[in-house]
């Protein structure tokens, strides 16, 4: 049975100095917790000479020192690269073997503050559940995104397909929760926003018998319904009608509301760090795309095809978790923070960072009236038949992005926050290769929040 040892036990047995026996760290390759989050490390001689010429020089580094290629590992590289190896020395016979009555020694950084650590805001228990929750639920590609909303800070992400550690930048290697896809109808949370804000009633009425383009009939008998309804059940005529309108009076409509949302650039934590001029937690977060240019806002169909979360709209897990915890949190927008502290090796402080706000806020009466339509969603609407039972009450948005005919699967959402008179946490479950009547994103969300439930009771 293998057991790992803690550093005063490693510490205790080099001190008994028995011949051949030595402790010392070793990586494990054991499927790792939030892989895409920490990232990869791999060997790049001419980038990591480069990058870092003096290290290079005096040989505090060389050849066969990694780099960070990928999450945490890539964003705090500069802080996390290696000082130098741990070298075990000892004699050996002409075959290789060691001659273990001869001396053996052990060479490694004594520096009490080097090398630096760091600090992430992930908590082990629900990172684990979360894994375990998308792998039950049988979601092979995609994942899922958990934010604490007062803090805003990541506790918890998972992308699927895994990446071989042994083979970093192949199949799996892309964190997709952090890159922008289609989001389908959980858009319409925009739209509706900038509803709201342009004084559109909840009394308002659609025909939702209609399809998107509302030139004939839809694929669902809807009838006509008001603004909240119509939300809840994700009446495309209804929020074609609205972004036609909207975009009329005000071509950055749906930009300028997408900002106040918390979701108008990038959202991971972004600033000034030590004598790095843009340093960013996510260096791997894609921007969002709202429309491919101008053009597309005189277009009818380019409008009402954007409305629903199509055509060129492009928006992360991360950024749509974003969203909603900016709702939850009563339209406060921030940025959101993976790590919250880099330490020295002996475990003090060596810089923190700190919680940072995002411009833009959408009104009191504007948040209440997005927070009461998203809990209709759960009750009445699209959410109900997996969600209205849960042992907390869920308010969010689903959305199913369609890919083109000729594939048979599409994109399906479901974005929310919980307990919903109390919110604490922010969930997007994304299924990326959803097949007809397959419900395997409300399933993991379902699973999730009942064990967080579980976790709150302990």
Known sequence: MKKRLTSE????INELSIPGVYAVNKPLNENPLAAHVIGSVRPNPDLIKSKYPEKWADGTINEHTKLGISGLQAAFDPFLISEGDTTLLYHADRQGNPLLGLDVKLFSTTDSFYPLQVKTTLDIEIQNSLEEAVDEAGITNGGAVLLDIESNNLIGMVSRPLFESDDPLGEGAVNQMVKGYFPGSVFKTIILAAAYENGIKDTRTFNCDLNLYRDGPGNRD?????????????CNAAFTELAEELIKIDPEVIENTATKLGIGKTVGWEDMLYHYEDFKQFPDES??????????KVVIKAIDQTAIGQLNVKLSPLAIANMIATIGREGEAKQVRAVSDILYKNGTTFLSFSERNLNGKLSNKVVKS?????REVVVSGTGRTYLADLPVKVAGKSGTAELGEDL?????WFAGYFPYDSPKYALVVVDFERKEKEYKTYEAFASIVKLLQQFERQ
């Open 222 to 234: 809807l009838g006509i319904m008001n603004l909240k309804s119509s939300f809840a059940a994700s």
């Open 9 to 12: 036990q490693m510490r205790q």
């Open 370 to 374: 997005l927070q009461e339509s998203l």
């Open 408 to 412: 048979s699967f599409d994109h399906q």
């Open 287 to 296: 921007e969002p795309v709202f429309f491919k240019d101008d053009k597309d």
